[in-house]
């Protein structure tokens, strides 16, 4: 007799979802640190032109920074609290 196969299938398939979320976490919080830095030296460089300007970039800059280092513990959240509530069986 076969054991069912179902169980096993729907964790194989949560799996490879947080391996793509995972991914995609990691690729974002990349890129938002890497526009935030774009962001940040574009602000020193605006600064003796316009200090507005270079102060709307400074924050436009943490805030990018700060949204992608907060992309990854998100999807982390996504999926733990997927497989606590069962949405997966």
Same mark, same amino acid.
């Given at each position: 007799?076969?054991?069912?196969?179902?169980?096993?299938?729907?964790?194989?398939?949560?799996? $490879? =979802?947080?391996?793509? /979320?995972?991914?995609?976490?990691? #690729?974002?919080? @990349?890129? !938002?640190?890497?526009?935030?830095?774009?962001?940040?030296?574009?602000?020193?460089?605006?600064?003796?032109?316009?200090?507005?300007?270079?102060?709307? $970039? =400074?924050?436009?800059? /943490?805030?990018?920074?700060?949204? #992608?280092?907060? @992309?990854? !513990?998100?999807?982390?959240?996504?999926?733990?609290?997927?497989?606590?509530?069962?949405?997966?069986?």
């Amino acid at each position: 007799m076969e054991p069912n196969p179902a169980g096993m299938v729907r964790v194989n398939n949560l799996a $490879h =979802l947080e391996a793509l /979320l995972n991914f995609l976490g990691n #690729g974002a919080e @990349i890129l !938002g640190v890497g526009l935030g830095i774009l962001f940040l030296v574009l602000a020193f460089r605006t600064y003796k032109e316009s200090k507005k300007k270079a102060f709307t $970039h =400074l924050g436009v800059s /943490l805030l990018v920074v700060v949204v #992608g280092l907060s @992309i990854p !513990g998100f999807f982390i959240w996504l999926v733990s609290s997927s497989r606590d509530t069962c949405n997966f069986y």
